[in-house]
RNA sequence: GGCUUCGUAGCUCAGUAGGAUAGAGCGGCGGUUUCCUAAACCGCGUCUUGCCCGCGUUCGAAUCGCGGCGGGGCCA
């Protein structure tokens, strides 16, 4: 990377500096500590580090620190200049040319992380009721949790994606009593649910059970043949099961329609159903923070930070969430993962201590749990905000992917810090088309296929109707790809430094969105390289008489097209070649 | 009341592990096409010498600390 190669050039006449006593009162030098950043004014350089840090040890001016280091860098053909604290590096032709050439050679591997310290990381998001198709709030999580498994494999970690199904509880029984009166109202019987606030509590009256009910009466019509009271031959059980199956398969589908990929379904019920979550309160027993109270079973979590003590047996004798959170927890690590994370939404952020002390507890780190707690998603259209009233009909998910299609919803629910409320406004992601950041990146992209596109193929002049030919075979062009030189490419440098930089950043992009967790970077980046081509493309024209030029040139395109491909494929985000 | 998160241009948001004159997109205004996709490009304005307010730490604060104010969320 262009940036640790001037930071390491620095360090390297720090440490010469030091040595030759210039440095004051500073007497040895630890790496890593200085930043590299991008020089405020673009004519001062590329690349800019800045010492001051150093002042407060030497105890000399950060000026006059750059000036002493300057002296032992070794510039080679890169332009630098001091001022202030900060030296300031222009990256030289041949050092842009390299950069290119790496990103020829690497192709579609272009930005993979190396050398990099891998982890086994079990990565846990959406996890929803299969009661019920997914609102809004979950597309977030689908769309930032596959993204961020991407760019973490991408980096180097080996990542196993998990959804948890709460499949056990009063939910399920709450579902399959709904399905009932819907089946009962499909055969024709005059019924409905409660229209009292407590009791309709325990029902799911939205609509989405109709055509359940529907494949219910189909599957099971040798029983449900005319009576109306036939219903209750049925189990409940297999009106729970069916609903679940069913809804958990409508969800599933719609996962694969949004590109996101789990590993494993992990259902709850079967945590249950193993022995897992009474072996895990066995050995929080033997901990010692287990206690009885009020004939409930509590778990002295305050011990370990949490602001109270939590209930794990409720007096009736039954589990609660965080009994069954306990074990899944403890589970995933004795499933030999290095580290944990979680995607949650902000209403859950109360659970994290709780959860954390469970492990701790039991004899874990707790830091190998890492929560992402993202904010919650508004939705808004035409500016105003909705609420989404619980009898109202909700907007589903689907219905969201419906209007503005899969690419859209990807990459709008990706493109804000998970620390800010996203306010999805459905009128504007679907109406517009200038105002929508995923037609320009991907306008990018066809354009740069178009170019390419023109280059190998023969044309035909409209108005003489003669064939003009290619000026390279599609052969020749895949050859020029692998054989490019550094002298082909160096012609290109003057015209599209700032685009060669920023595909040089698509390295640090990913080392430093993968350590950080952070997704809405690669929005941004897409976004920031799609602006350079376009510049580039309207200020130099790429196909000319000049040959050796344009063949530079369709190179730099080709870089741009396969790096920008490679961070869209991170968000799982079409590039289309025509548009 | 406690915890948590946010508060930067008309709007939506960046601001990279405190650092050089505070940025982008959209909206607004004005330009660019006999030529590779105008779904594009180029130029102009606006953020109280300033990043909700105040105090503090620092050579240096939008960024860190404390105390407020305001919005979202969770809990009591």
New binding site residues.
């Given amino acids: 990377m262009l940036r640790d190669y001037f930071l390491n050039k620095v360090e390297k006449a720090i440490e010469d500096a030091v040595n030759a006593g210039k440095l004051g009162e500073m007497t040895e030098y630890q790496r ?2 200085l ?7 673009p ?3 590329d ?10 040890v030497a105890k000399i ?2 000026a006059a620190i750059a000036a002493s280091v300057v002296d032992f860098i070794d510039k080679e053909e890169n332009d630098y ?1 001091v ?6 590096f222009k990256a030289g032709e041949n050092l842009l040319a390299d950069s290119l050439i790496e990103i020829l050679r690497k192709k579609e591997n272009y930005g993979r992380g190396e050398n990099v310290k891998s982890e086994k990381i079990i990565l846990e998001y959406i996890s929803a009721n299969p009661t019920g198709p997914f609102h809004i709030g979950h597309g977030r999580w689908a769309a930032m949790g596959s993204v961020l498994a991407n760019l973490l494999k991408f980096y180097g970690h080996e990542v196993y994606q998990e959804f948890y199904i709460n499949d056990a509880g009063s939910q399920i029984q709450k579902l399959g009593n709904s399905l009932k009166i819907r089946v009962r109202q499909e055969l024709g019987e005059d019924v409905d649910f409660p229209t009292d606030e407590e009791e309709r509590k325990n029902y799911y009256p939205g609509d989405y059970l109709v055509p359940v009910a529907k494949a219910f009466i189909e599957e099971y019509s040798e029983t449900l043949r005319s009576a109306q009271n036939d219903v209750d031959k049925l189990d409940l059980q297999v009106y729970c099961d069916f609903a679940k199956e069913y809804e958990e398969k409508v969800q599933r589908d719609l996962l694969d329609r949004l590109h996101v990929k789990f590993d494993n379904f992990y259902s709850e019920l079967s945590l249950h159903n193993s022995g897992k979550v009474s072996y895990y309160v066995e050995k929080l027993k033997e901990s010692g923070k287990i206690y009885e109270k009020d004939g409930a079973t509590w778990f002295k979590s305050s011990d370990y930070g949490d ?2 003590d939590r209930v794990i047996k409720k007096v009736d004798g039954s589990n609660t969430y965080l009994t069954a959170d306990i074990a899944y927890h403890a589970d995933k690590l004795e499933r030999g993962f290095d580290r944990m994370i979680d995607i949650w ?7 994290i ?1 709780r959860v954390k002390a469970s492990l701790e507890a039991l004899g874990y780190n707790p830091e190998r749990l890492e929560v992402l ?1 993202g ?2 998603v ?1 939705l ?1 259209i035409n ?1 105003n905000e909705v609420r989404m009233g619980k009898r109202k009909n909700m907007v589903t998910l689907e219905d969201l992917v419906d209007e503005v299609g899969v690419d859209a919803t990807r990459f709008w629910m990706s ?9 999805f ?1 459905i009128e ?1 992601a679907k109406t ?6 995923v ?2 990146v ?14 190998v193929n023969d044309k035909v002049d409209t108005e003489t109707g003669k064939t003009i030919p290619a000026i390279l075979s599609v052969g020749e062009f895949d050859k020029l790809i692998e054989s490019a030189d550094l002298k082909t490419l160096v012609l290109t440098i003057k015209d599209a430094r700032k685009l060669i930089l920023k595909l040089e950043d698509f390295k ?1 992009l990913i080392v ?1 969105s993968a ?2 967790r ?1 997704v ?2 690669i929005c ?1 980046y897409v ?2 390289l ?2 350079e ?12 008489d000049d040959i050796e030029l ?1 063949k530079s ?1 369709l190179v730099l ?1 080709w870089t741009f097209k396969t790096v920008l491909a490679n961070a869209l494929r991170l968000l799982a985000v079409s590039a ?4």
């Fill in positions: 890593g500590s930043p590299v950043e991008k020089p405020k004014n004519e001062f350089g690349f800019a580090i800045n010492v001051s840090s150093l002042a407060r001016a950060p200049n001022i202030g604290g900060f030296i300031n602001d109270q939404g902000a209403d859950h952020h109360g659970y201590p707690l904010q919650l508004n808004v500016g493109m804000r810090n998970i620390d800010t409320t996203l306010d406004d504007l517009n088309s200038d105002e929508n950041p037609f320009y991907q306008y990018a992209h066809a354009r740069a296929c178009s170019i390419i596109r023109n280059a640090n430093t350590r950080d952070q809405y970077t941004r976004q920031d799609a602006a081509f376009h510049s580039f493309y309207n200020s130099t024209r790429v196909i000319t344009t040139r395109v289309p070649e025509k548009m």
